[in-house]
């Protein structure tokens, strides 16, 4: 539907042109031969442009703008004018007046284009404003989601932060370990836990990704080994004390639950009595070191991704460990901490590390800066197994 405008003249002759014009046109015209008649119009009826004369008796086209913009800001007001009033003009422009014409108004044209041109920047700003409105309602729905996500993943790292194990004193063989997300949540996760009076078991794991994804697969890994320590307590299986099946385990699970997701592990045992170390490697880098009488040293041992591969096949390795030693195992997201340009001088570096603070947790802690509030580009993680 065409809009619909209100002249407001008090010349017959000129109102009446522009009103037979602008109806030919295809506008719908009201006309009014005065100020106050006009008012009366905007009060009855909805208006979407004005065409006013300035010198009028008894209330002007200044006036009636005033009033106007008062009321209804955005509605197009073009003043029309003779041509010795233009300080009248002036002044309507800076009133607000969209526009103005002099008269008499020899080319109809021109009156139309400019009735059409400040409708349609009217029509622009009223879809400008609708999109910005759209906009902010958007923003607002992004707002609340991100503030939702945020405590979701905030009550998901206090899960996870509670999943990990205590820091752990058992005779002469201590535990401690360190986990700092790249996100709010962590795709490194690790435990260590008694099997019996003489052994115990622990891991340090690294999955694919970021974020929740990754975290989901650590609690499946949580759930894993509490079912396994379940089954050990009750006598149906001790596949805890035996690497390579639990590695088998995880690699089956995680590929019968479709996540999507892998990851690498070293999962060992250790005979407090004997120390003799049993491990199995999925794929991990970089290998735990081995720190005793003031030398360290990289474990041996390789083997596949656990989660990518039905038949992925993963070896047992065993090491007598000496007297006194500490190991320390690693995600790889330690590397990206480390400025050395290749691969090699990081391990070396990594490897001068633990000779140089002697194993000391808190010392590799403290050197690697892992406790600054400064991010991380990606997860990290740190256990140190210690016996004195």
């Known amino acids: 539907m065409k809009a619909r405008l209100l002249v407001i003249d008090d010349e017959a002759m000129v109102r009446d042109s522009m009103v037979a014009y602008l109806e030919d046109s295809g506008y719908q015209v009201v006309a009014a031969e005065s100020g106050i008649a006009g008012l009366a119009i905007l009060e009855q009826q909805k208006i979407d442009l004005i065409l006013c004369d300035l010198r009028m008796p008894h209330l002007d086209g200044l006036q009636i703008l005033q009033q106007v913009k008062q009321n209804n800001q955005h509605i197009p007001f073009i003043v029309v004018s003779g041509a010795g009033v233009m300080d009248d003009v002036v002044q309507a422009l800076r009133l607000g007046a969209?526009?103005?014409?002099?008269?008499?108004?020899?080319?109809?044209?021109?009156?139309?284009?400019?009735?059409?041109?400040?409708?349609?920047?009217?029509?622009?700003?009223?879809?400008?404003?609708?999109?910005?409105?759209?906009?902010?309602?958007?923003?607002?729905?992004?707002?609340?989601?991100?503030?939702?996500?945020r405590g979701d993943q905030q009550a998901g790292r206090q899960v996870q932060m509670k999943m990990l194990p205590d820091p752990t004193q058992v005779e002469n063989l201590s535990f401690e370990h360190i986990i700092k997300p790249s996100l709010m949540l962590s795709g490194d996760f690790l435990d260590y836990f008694?099997?019996?009076?003489?052994?115990?078991?622990?891991?340090?794991?690294?999955?694919?990704?970021?974020?929740?994804?990754?975290?989901?697969?650590?609690?499946?890994?949580?759930?894993?080994?509490?079912?396994?320590?379940?089954?050990?307590?009750?006598?149906?299986?001790?596949?805890?004390?035996?690497?390579?099946?639990?590695?088998?385990?995880?690699?089956?699970?995680?590929?019968?639950?479709?996540?999507?997701?892998?990851?690498?592990?070293?999962?060992?045992?250790?005979?407090?009595?004997?120390?003799?170390?049993?491990?199995?490697?999925?794929?991990?880098?970089?290998?735990?070191?081995?720190?005793?009488?003031?030398k360290a040293q990289y474990l041996e041992g390789r083997g596949m991704p656990v989660g990518l591969f039905r038949d992925a096949e993963y070896n047992n390795y065993q090491l007598s460990l000496p007297e006194q030693f500490t190991l320390s195992l690693f995600s790889d997201g330690i590397l990206e901490l480390i400025n050395q340009p290749s691969l090699a001088q990081k391990e070396e570096y990594l490897l001068n590390l633990i000779e140089r603070e002697a194993g000391n947790h808190e010392s590799i802690v403290a050197a690697l800066s892992l406790k600054s509030d400064d991010d991380v580009p990606d997860d990290v993680a740190l256990m140190t197994v210690v016996r004195i």
């Open 98 to 149: 969209s526009d103005y014409l002099v008269k008499p108004i020899i080319d109809m044209v021109m009156l139309e284009h400019s009735v059409q041109r400040n409708l349609d920047l009217v029509e622009l700003e009223r879809q400008n404003q609708h999109y910005r409105d759209h906009l902010e309602s958007v923003n607002r729905e992004l707002r609340s989601s991100l503030d939702e996500l």
């Open 194 to 294: 008694p099997l019996d009076d003489k052994h115990y078991g622990f891991y340090i794991a690294d999955v694919s990704g970021h974020g929740a994804s990754s975290a989901f697969v650590t609690v499946l890994l949580k759930n894993l080994t509490y079912r396994l320590k379940r089954n050990l307590k009750r006598g149906s299986s001790d596949d805890l004390y035996h690497p390579v099946k639990v590695l088998e385990r995880i690699n089956q699970e995680m590929l019968d639950t479709e996540c999507g997701k892998h990851l690498t592990i070293v999962y060992a045992v250790i005979n407090m009595e004997t120390r003799q170390l049993n491990y199995s490697i999925g794929a991990h880098f970089p290998m735990p070191i081995l720190f005793s009488e003031n």
